[in-house]
């Protein structure tokens, strides 16, 4: 709990044995469930994240948008925190960030990993981000720095109301879309973090998914996806709002 707010913890994984360690062995105590979506993990990624005390939940549709549809629908806190099982976020972020969004009033908190990320080996990612950026601000006209990271911190209510389609890695950028783009109703904004090596082997493979998450963002501002339904009731955010008030 945190200033009367329950915590879920959300983490899609694919084979992530030795990063999870890394991100389960220092959680903050504020932290009250975490939600492991599994997605047909050949290695000890269930065991390691209920040893835990973790909820494991599983998805048999290969992707990283579809692990996070079904860990999210899982999670039962007020206020969700994702982040990847790599360790690469930091964890002692969370109380901070949960104090920007409680004392502001936000409701949607993406976080901005460029000012970490700008060694030699990351360039072509970099670079790749710049452009994704760069494509959101020419599509949809709003400036977010780090389209592609993972770690977001928003309350739950806010489910109700996003289009969610992506099955894939362009479920991030997708979810800042949906969330920045409702002004009126959700309340957002874009925070630096510190950002490490990842533990284990990425699943990024970079030129298939840049290409695959830019071509997303034109089919998302033409109208191509379609809707998808929302991933919670939408009118959770009055109750939440009366439950707080
Ligand atoms: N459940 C599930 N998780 C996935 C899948 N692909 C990636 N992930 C997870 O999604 C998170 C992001 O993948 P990463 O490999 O870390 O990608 P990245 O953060 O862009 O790249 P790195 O900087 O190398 O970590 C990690 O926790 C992965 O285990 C998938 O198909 N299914
Ligand atoms: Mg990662």
């Not at 998914?209 to 034109?218: A, M, P, R």
Request: proline share 4%.
């Amino acid at each position: 709990m945190y200033k009367n707010h329950r915590i879920s913890l959300v983490m899609p994984c694919y084979n992530e044995e030795h990063g999870l360690p890394q991100v389960l062995g220092d959680l903050p105590s504020i932290v009250d469930e975490v939600v492991v979506a599994d997605n047909n993990s050949t290695d000890r990624t269930a065991e390691v994240a209920k040893s835990f005390g973790a909820i494991v939940v599983t998805e048999k549709k290969q992707g990283y948008g579809a692990a996070y549809k079904t860990g999210l629908c899982r999670a039962t806190g007020d206020i969700i925190v994702t982040m990847d099982g790599d360790g690469t976020y930091p964890r002692n972020f969370i109380p901070i960030l949960l104090d920007v969004m409680i004392d502001e009033n936000f409701d949607f908190i993406t976080c901005d990993r460029t000012g970490h990320k700008d060694k030699p080996s990351n360039r072509l990612r970099v670079f790749g981000n710049d452009v994704l950026n760069f494509f959101i601000w020419i599509l949809f006209w709003f400036n977010v720095r780090d389209s592609q990271s993972g770690m977001w911190v928003f309350r739950r209510w806010v489910l109700g109301h996003l289009s969610l389609t992506s099955d894939g890695m362009a479920f991030s950028e997708e979810i800042k879309l949906e969330a920045m783009s409702k002004k009126k109703l959700i309340r957002s904004i874009e925070l630096p973090v510190y950002y490490k090596e990842r533990h284990g082997v990425s699943k990024l493979r970079i030129w298939r998914d840049g290409f695959y998450n830019l071509f997303f963002l034109f089919r998302k501002r033409f109208g191509l996806l379609g809707q998808a339904p929302p991933l919670v009731e939408p009118s959770s955010r009055n109750l939440q709002k009366q439950s707080n008030a």
